[in-house]
């Protein structure tokens, strides 16, 4: 049975409820929730075009607001250098280009927000499990094998207290808690010891970055406030992302690279 146009007849009538756009500003809020919960629920092929669908209305949201944040710039233009002698009264003119940039902030946030930087070593060797744990025998008979100690250098935070050891599981052994890191900045091509603020992401696992585990190609944050660093707003910076270069547990200190 057809439906009609019934629905609009009463709306001209009658006109709408006085909560009308509350109730739908309400249900356009919890909709997101709703769409989650269906995201998670679907399975099989209708969960696939679910997910597709989805897909293509984060990427064309994600290419409006790229399309916000652009501005234009002008840049130095590579071009190539000119047969012959220049007139000197030309030496100090750079040839111009505009082209369209996103703002860094937005770059950066979003690079943060994606857990991921531009860092001396975007490759590192995977560590194995049996490489970083040794496997400690515990219990009267020692037939308990739930225990494992870090053969890594670790971070631990200044308020750090181990738990009893009948219920410690990851031991981390005392001479390789490291508190300072020997930090290089790449632009000033100085070194400066500086204390270690936490472990940001390890890029053998989010266990060993919970675990404070120092080994080559982590994501260090370290404190910078005695070099002065400052933001544009004029505000002193007080930790900065550094990443490890060396092996911690061989060299018995830890080597960075500042990332700026």
Same mark, same amino acid.
């Given at each position: 049975?057809?439906?009609?146009?019934?629905?609009?007849?009463?709306?001209?009538?009658?006109?709408?409820?006085?909560?009308?756009?509350?109730?739908?500003?309400?249900?356009?809020?919890?909709?997101?929730?709703?769409?989650?919960? !269906?995201?998670?629920? =679907?399975?099989?092929? *209708?969960? &696939?075009?679910?997910?597709? #669908? %989805?897909?293509?209305? +984060? /990427?064309?949201?994600?290419?409006?607001?790229?399309?916000?944040?652009?501005?234009?710039?002008?840049?130095?233009?590579?071009?190539?250098?000119?047969?012959?002698?220049?007139?000197?009264?030309?030496?100090?003119?750079?040839?111009?280009?505009?082209?369209?940039?996103?703002?860094?902030?937005?770059?950066?946030?979003?690079?943060?927000?994606?857990?991921?930087?531009?860092?001396?070593?975007?490759?590192?060797?995977?560590?194995?499990?049996?490489? !970083?744990?040794?496997? =400690?025998?515990?219990? *009267?008979? &020692?037939?308990?094998?739930? #225990? %494992?100690?870090?053969? +890594? /250098?670790?971070?631990?935070?200044?308020?750090?207290?181990?738990?009893?050891?009948?219920?410690?599981?990851?031991?981390?052994?005392?001479?390789?808690?490291?508190?300072?890191?020997?930090?290089?900045?790449?632009?000033?091509?100085?070194?400066?010891?500086?204390?270690?603020?936490?472990?940001?992401?390890?890029?053998?696992?989010?266990?060993?970055?919970?675990?404070?585990?120092?080994?080559?190609?982590?994501?260090?944050?370290?404190?910078?406030?005695?070099?002065?660093?400052?933001?544009?707003?004029?505000?002193?910076?007080?930790?900065?992302?550094?990443?490890?270069?060396?092996?911690?547990?061989?060299?018995?200190?830890?080597?960075?690279?500042?990332?700026?």
């Amino acid at each position: 049975m057809p439906q009609g146009d019934h629905i609009e007849l009463h709306r001209k009538r009658y006109g709408q409820r006085m909560d009308h756009e509350e109730r739908t500003r309400k249900k356009e809020a919890r909709s997101v929730k709703k769409t989650s919960k !269906m995201a998670q629920k =679907l399975i099989g092929i *209708k969960g &696939k075009m679910f997910a597709k #669908k %989805r897909f293509a209305e +984060k /990427a064309a949201m994600k290419k409006t607001i790229a399309q916000h944040s652009e501005r234009e710039n002008k840049h130095k233009a590579d071009e190539p250098v000119a047969e012959g002698a220049m007139p000197a009264y030309l030496l100090d003119r750079e040839q111009t280009a505009r082209a369209k940039v996103l703002s860094n902030t937005v770059k950066q946030k979003r690079k943060e927000k994606a857990g991921k930087w531009e860092v001396p070593l975007p490759k590192v060797r995977p560590i194995a499990e049996d490489e !970083m744990f040794k496997v =400690l025998r515990s219990g *009267k008979r &020692k037939h308990n094998s739930w #225990k %494992r100690m870090i053969t +890594k /250098a670790t971070f631990v935070g200044q308020g750090f207290t181990r738990k009893a050891p009948k219920y410690e599981r990851f031991i981390r052994p005392t001479g390789l808690r490291f508190t300072k890191a020997s930090v290089t900045h790449p632009e000033l091509k100085c070194t400066f010891q500086l204390e270690l603020l936490g472990v940001k992401k390890n890029p053998n696992g989010n266990m060993y970055s919970q675990l404070g585990v120092l080994t080559k190609g982590t994501i260090i944050e370290v404190n910078v406030s005695e070099l002065g660093l400052v933001t544009p707003g004029g505000k002193v910076v007080w930790g900065k992302y550094a990443q490890v270069t060396n092996n911690p547990e061989n060299d018995g200190c830890v080597n960075a690279v500042l990332l700026v």
